[in-house]
């Protein structure tokens, strides 16, 4: 009940298009659903993170949705470019981030020129 | 704001010996830091939870004596791997969570050990 599965595995997205990644969670107590992106050899950082109050949330050109009844969230990178080629990491917490994350298993996005 | 700074960024050293690795919350004062590591291509696994002035709570599995965390301040936390072997080579990453209202966790730029 503690896992977040993530896919998929791997993506590959033209220049301009749109990248999607899903996450989905079973522990319904969980309410703080960040995204990382992680770059070889570097830390996690965080790009945008929702809570379940809200259905969706923009920043720039990364988006999360946020299906409550579903459990189920994802990422949206709208316009993809190749230097969002990074690994991306979904997450999940109960309450603030005193909290322990539990992280879905990562998916590789390879943005091609 | 919000920086989290990791001291060595690699190191390399023989079988056998210790390592120390520093966590530093630069700009902000973190009471709680957490500990991870990650294996090439996959994700990231909670060692444990570090609690300025008292015990590290460790993640089942993870063996305390071996991975031995001191959270002296409200800025440094320490992981020092013991008698280290081939198979603790990996990448440990720490976490902090940071003073805006969720107190989301930012991380470290990691350091990667390699045991000889």
């Known amino acids: 009940q503690q896992q977040v599965k993530q896919s998929p595995q791997s993506l590959i997205v033209q220049k301009g298009g749109i990248s999607i990644i899903n996450c989905a969670y079973e522990?319904?107590?969980?309410?703080?659903f960040p995204w990382y992106q992680q770059f070889p050899g570097k830390g996690p950082a965080l790009l945008i993170a929702i809570r379940p109050d809200v259905s969706e949330k923009k920043e720039g050109r990364f988006t999360i949705s946020f299906n409550k009844s579903a459990k189920q969230f994802s990422l949206h990178i709208m316009d993809s470019q190749p230097g969002d080629s990074a690994t991306y990491f979904c997450?999940?917490?109960?309450?603030?981030?005193?909290?322990?994350?539990?992280f879905g298993t990562g998916t590789r996005l390879l943005v091609s020129p | 704001g919000a920086v989290v700074s990791q001291h060595p960024s690699w190191v390399i050293c023989k079988s056998g010996t210790s390592v120390k690795i520093e966590c530093r919350s630069l700009d902000f004062q973190a009471t709680t830091m957490f500990w991870y590591r990650q294996f090439p291509k996959q994700s990231l696994m909670l060692m444990a939870t570090s609690n300025e002035g008292s015990k590290a709570t460790y993640e089942q599995g993870v063996e305390k004596d071996k991975f031995l965390i001191n959270h002296a301040s409200l800025t440094l936390s320490t992981l020092t791997v013991t008698s280290a072997h081939p198979e603790d080579s990996s990448f440990y990453i720490c976490s902090a969570p940071g003073t805006n209202f969720f107190h989301e966790q930012f991380f470290g730029p990691g350091t990667r050990l390699t045991v000889l």
């Open positions: 997450a999940a917490s109960r309450g603030t981030g005193f909290q322990k994350l539990v």
């Open positions: 522990n319904t107590a969980f309410d703080y």
